[in-house]
């Protein structure tokens, strides 16, 4: 349906550029297919939702095209527009076509398979922004699916993009979730039981979607899967598709070079940089990606697509927030080496017109870039802003290890050493950060969770072998262990073993005592931040103003989006406005909880007090403000 009349929405004036820049399939051929020689798909016809129903808006997002929450509400037809149930004018809808490496094997024509690009919109104030809605139906590249995203996943992209946003990470935008009457079977727990969910859209924003992905659809036959890109051997298309990208989003480049291979080098190098720099910012907080597949890494350096994601509670290098995830491919501390990884696919398929000497030597600069972006961001949540020492590296990673070893939330952890006093005098330091360390304490794992949480993922035949071998066999043992999946699972039966042979009363002894001296070790290092000159004060103030906008005191845990899905299921979207309204501000402490008599009770303090639905048991007793 063509739009009529005027609204707020229908204000937006669409320039919609990668379709007069980019290869276009145009062919009306129904249902999914290989779509050559294109960068983008037409989208024919429509498939409007039943009774589009608008649930939750980002005023933040709307005003990136120049629009207010409530000029959108107020919009009788937006509900859908939002849907992609109804064009607006000047809008274009088409898909994008990409291919990607998933879970380390290409898988050949990926594309749009839920997503549909409405067009892009040139704000006055804020710029270039690519419009789409995820979920609006059937597109070329849906192979078997039907286009449609259900209400859990789509409350949970919608709240972790502008959750992101707010934490000062680059990501792409919700700005609408708009759910329907319009229902779809779907699997959620992969046991062969379909049930009908409700189907939903969110309302995308970003300057771009191209991804790594983009450019892969020129790479030739792979070697191993046997699959090849639909535009194999276009290096025409290729040529073009970098161009654009170049010109479009890294104009400062495209500027600065007159010789193309140098051009392409730079843009390579920045890209790298921005890559570096995103993970380095996920690590500091705790997310998790979960599909860090090639086409989910966006070209710009945003964070993109939010399928399986978590932030972690509990400190765990090894976390994996993706079930599907069984080799662990995605965890917590591969992130880094992963991007690394889909950057050689990025070189690879730009080909001839990156020279690969040059690229290995911007990939071989990768590590030691995220490393100095994340040692700078563990600074700022350390408040260690005036000094750069040699130390800081081995500060963080023992903090790191220490909350490992004790089960100490990541969040909360952090935003409590704001709490560490600034080191005075001759002060007796035990006594001194007994309070502070006692707080952290309260949430740290029981004995009973830390077994759990120790318990080897190798299966026991596979890993009595191993251990029969050290008497059978040792050198072969001694060659086995060194490889890095055994050794992980024989450190998990060492630290097991030693917690079997301990009681709760000295876990927690050991765990004080840990926390005591990695406290006081932190506090020597505070020390060194005043250099006898400056106004003492001064430095204090700034340290714990670095620290609390470094060090959010509240993220979207996986308990909190499934309230809201859960009330969400039940036609309660209040859940999902609320806890919008709280990942809005993630840093600013809110005004305490206080009793009748004046006195703050610290155990009344939940979730910040910017949220109060019942968390897990063991998150019961935290304060994090």
Not at 165 to 170: E, S, V
Not at 213 to 238: C, K, M, T, V, Y
Not at 450 to 468: F, Q
Not at 513 to 538: K, P
């Amino acid at each position: 349906m063509e739009s009529s009349g005027s609204s707020a929405l229908e204000r937006l004036t669409f320039n919609n550029t990668a379709l007069k820049r980019l290869p276009v399939d145009v062919s009306a051929e129904p249902g999914s297919r290989t779509v050559p020689g294109a960068s983008f798909s037409r989208v024919g016809s429509l498939h409007p939702l039943l009774r589009p129903t608008i649930v939750a808006l980002s005023q933040p997002s709307f005003s990136l095209l120049g629009l207010t929450a409530q000029e959108v509400l107020d919009d009788p037809l937006a509900p859908e527009y939002l849907s992609g149930s109804r064009l607006l004018a000047g809008s274009e809808p088409a898909a994008h076509c990409y291919c990607g490496h998933q879970f380390g094997l290409f898988a050949g024509q990926l594309g749009d398979g839920a997503v549909m690009y409405l067009g892009e919109v040139e704000s006055d104030t804020q710029g270039h922004w690519e419009i789409q809605v995820k979920g609006a139906g059937v597109t070329p590249y849906s192979r078997d699916g039907d286009g449609r995203k259900v209400l859990r996943s789509s409350v949970r992209e919608f709240l972790c993009s502008e959750a992101m946003f707010a934490l000062g990470i680059p990501t792409t935008r919700a700005a609408s979730l708009v759910t329907s009457d319009l229902h779809i079977g779907r699997d959620p727990l992969n046991n062969g039981e379909r049930i009908l969910e409700r189907c939903s859209i969110v309302m995308r924003l970003a300057p771009s979607f191209i991804r790594f992905g983009s450019f892969e659809i020129f790479l030739g036959r792979d070697e191993f899967s046997g699959l090849q890109g639909p535009s194999a051997g276009r290096h025409d298309n290729r040529a073009q598709l970098l161009d654009y990208v170049i010109e479009s989003f890294y104009p400062h480049i495209q500027q600065a070079h007159n010789n193309r291979r140098e051009r392409n080098l730079s843009f390579f190098r920045e890209v790298m940089m921005r890559t570096a720099k995103l993970v380095a910012q996920w690590q500091c907080v705790g997310f998790c990606h979960g599909v860090l597949n090639t086409d989910n890494m966006s070209i710009l350096g945003l964070t993109l697509d939010y399928g399986p994601f978590g932030f972690m509670d509990r400190f765990d290098p090894d976390f994996v927030c993706n079930a599907s995830d069984k080799r662990r491919r995605y965890s917590y501390q591969a992130q880094p080496s992963v991007c690394r990884w889909n950057l050689a696919r990025l070189a690879e398929a730009l080909g001839s017109e990156l020279r690969a000497a040059d690229a290995g030597a911007v990939l071989d600069d990768f590590m030691p870039t995220y490393e100095a972006f994340y040692l700078c961001g563990m600074r700022k949540k350390l408040g260690l802003v005036r000094k750069e020492e040699a130390e800081d590296r081995e500060v963080v990673s023992d903090l790191l290890r220490v909350m490992h070893n004790t089960g100490a939330d990541f969040t909360n952890t952090f935003r409590l050493l704001s709490r560490v006093p600034w080191p005075e005098g001759e002060d007796d330091e035990r006594a001194t950060v007994g309070p502070v360390v006692d707080l952290i304490l309260k949430q740290c794992a029981s004995i009973e969770e830390l077994k759990v949480a120790n318990k080897p993922t190798m299966e026991d035949r596979e890993l009595a072998m191993i251990l029969s071998m050290a008497h059978t066999n040792p050198v072969m043992f001694g060659m086995v262990a060194d490889r890095p999946d055994v050794a992980q699972q024989l450190e998990l039966m060492g630290r097991l073993k030693e917690l079997l042979e301990t009681d709760q009363e000295e876990l927690k002894e050991k765990q004080r005592g840990d926390w005591i001296r990695w406290t006081c070790r932190y506090r020597r290092r505070l020390a060194r931040e005043f250099d006898g000159t400056s106004d003492l004060h001064l430095v204090k103030k700034e340290r714990l103003r670095v620290m609390k906008s470094s060090n959010p005191r509240v993220v979207l845990r996986n308990y909190i989006a499934q309230n809201a899905i859960q009330a969400a299921d039940k036609g309660d979207f209040s859940e999902v406005n609320r806890i919008l309204k709280v990942l809005e501000d993630p840093y600013t402490d809110p005004e305490p909880l206080c009793q009748q008599d004046g006195t703050c009770d610290e155990t009344e303090k939940l979730f910040a007090d910017g949220y109060d639905a019942k968390p897990p048991a063991w998150a019961q007793k935290i304060c994090i403000t």
